[in-house]
């Protein structure tokens, strides 16, 4: 099995459409998906889930054209399977068998040897906290076990990407924790390209380089996770307490660091030098003063900005089309 071609995108839609009945779930969406992480966002309904189950090959595209790793998503789709792994939102483990019989039979399905299945079963339930726990039916494990277990038997096969569909969906703050730390190795240190469908910017924001924002099966917006504004750029703090006060104090803490300190119209302070001495101070500061730091964060257009500018987009969208579609059965037109 030859390796596929080392820039070769992991995902990349050109004109791709799909449409469930009067649903348009993907509507002509060009992407490219170059990133050794990416996170895919969108409200529900955006095309998230019809885009994962296309490169797939689960949805057959009405339209365009889908590869994965360079690799015709319909016409190359045994192959595809091969080198990709899916961690799927929902429960689809059978309670009965345990992570190590369910990681060594899918192995098997996915063509690796007896011996092969075992051994890569083996190391991968170690690297994702299981290896303890193998021979426990999977009915018995906690929620976040099996979470683990659904990334176990995606990356069992040794995969070039794998596809997770909401991998932190349900999980506590300690089981979250260990998710995020385990998904970020995948592509740091294991070399496995990422494609992490997820709610929650924070998750991307912490596993992901990219992030894609998808809106009524188009592209809404796609930025690096460190956008413009981080480093040593100005940045906002908000605190919570005596706000004059502090203001007063850190102007004239941050001066002698060379930055200047005016008060932005909703209440946070802004600093129009963020570098790390600048930092620790307003830290220092806040813990001299008994004053709570509700954010430090860069002052230009962060993540968070474009995520919500794209979100809206999708509302306004909405609006729109709703108010179009009314003014039409107000004057009969079709």
């Given at each position: 099995?030859?390796?596929?071609?080392?820039?070769?995108?992991?995902?990349?839609c050109?004109?791709?459409?799909?449409r469930?009945?009067?649903?348009?779930?993907l509507?002509?969406?060009?992407?490219?998906?170059?990133a050794?992480?990416?996170?895919?966002?969108?409200?529900?309904?955006?095309?998230?889930?019809t885009?994962?189950?296309?490169?797939?090959?689960?949805?057959?595209?009405?339209?365009?054209?889908?590869?994965?790793?360079?690799?015709?998503?319909?016409?190359?789709?045994?192959?595809?399977?091969?080198?990709?792994?899916?961690?799927?939102?929902?429960p689809?483990?059978?309670?009965?068998?345990?992570?190590?019989?369910?990681?060594?039979?899918?192995?098997?399905?996915?063509?690796?040897?007896?011996?092969?299945?075992?051994?890569?079963?083996s190391?991968?339930?170690f690297?994702?906290?299981?290896e303890?726990?193998?021979?426990?039916?999977?009915?018995?494990?906690?929620?976040?076990m099996?979470?683990?277990?659904?990334?176990?038997?995606?990356?069992?096969?040794?995969?070039?990407?794998?596809?997770?569909?909401?991998?932190?969906?349900?999980?506590?703050?300690?089981?979250?924790?260990?998710?995020?730390?385990?998904v970020?190795?995948?592509?740091t240190e294991?070399?496995i390209?990422?494609?992490?469908?997820s709610?929650?910017?924070?998750?991307?924001?912490?596993?992901?380089d990219?992030?894609?924002?998808?809106?009524?099966?188009?592209?809404?917006a796609?930025?690096p996770?460190?956008?413009?504004?981080?480093?040593?750029?100005?940045?906002?703090?908000?605190?919570?307490?005596?706000?004059?006060?502090?203001?007063?104090?850190?102007e004239?803490?941050?001066?002698?660091?060379?930055?200047?300190?005016?008060?932005?119209?909703?209440?946070?302070?802004?600093?129009d030098?963020?570098?790390?001495?600048?930092?620790?101070?307003?830290?220092?500061?806040?813990?001299?003063?008994?004053?709570?730091?509700?954010?430090?964060?860069?002052?230009?257009?962060?993540?968070?900005?474009?995520?919500?500018?794209?979100?809206?987009?999708?509302?306004?969208?909405?609006?729109?089309?709703?108010?179009?579609?009314g003014?039409?059965?107000?004057?009969?037109?079709?």
């Open positions: 099995m030859s390796s596929p071609p080392p820039d070769a995108a992991a995902l990349e050109r004109g791709l459409s799909k469930f009945g009067q649903v348009q779930a509507d002509a969406l060009d992407v490219v998906l170059t050794p992480a990416t996170g895919l966002l969108g409200a529900n309904g955006a095309g998230k889930s885009l994962l189950r296309t490169a797939l090959g689960l949805t057959r595209p009405d339209a365009g054209r889908l590869a994965v790793l360079g690799l015709d998503a319909v016409a190359q789709r045994a192959e595809v399977r091969r080198r990709v792994g899916f961690m799927p939102e929902h689809c483990l059978p309670a009965d068998l345990s992570a190590q019989d369910v990681c060594v039979h899918l192995a098997r399905m996915r063509g690796l040897g007896r011996r092969d299945a075992v051994r890569r079963t190391e991968v339930l690297a994702v906290g299981l303890e726990e193998r021979r426990r039916p999977v009915g018995s494990y906690s929620l976040g099996q979470q683990r277990t659904k990334l176990a038997q995606a990356l069992v096969h040794g995969p070039d990407l794998v596809l997770l569909d909401e991998p932190t969906s349900g999980l506590d703050p300690a089981g979250r924790e260990e998710m995020l730390r385990i970020r190795r995948l592509s294991l070399g390209r990422v494609v992490t469908s709610h929650v910017l924070d998750d991307i924001e912490r596993t992901c990219e992030v894609v924002v998808l809106r009524s099966g188009r592209l809404a796609q930025r996770v460190q956008v413009a504004g981080a480093g040593a750029g100005p940045v906002r703090v908000q605190v919570t307490g005596d706000v004059p006060a502090f203001a007063a104090a850190l004239a803490v941050a001066a002698p660091l060379g930055a200047r300190l005016a008060p932005a119209p909703d209440g946070a302070l802004v600093l030098r963020g570098t790390d001495e600048v930092l620790d101070a307003v830290r220092d500061l806040a813990v001299e003063r008994g004053v709570g730091l509700a954010r430090v964060a860069p002052a230009g257009r962060g993540l968070e900005d474009v995520v919500l500018d794209a979100m809206q987009g999708a509302e306004q969208g909405a609006e729109q089309e709703a108010e179009r579609a003014q039409e059965v107000a004057t009969g037109e079709r």
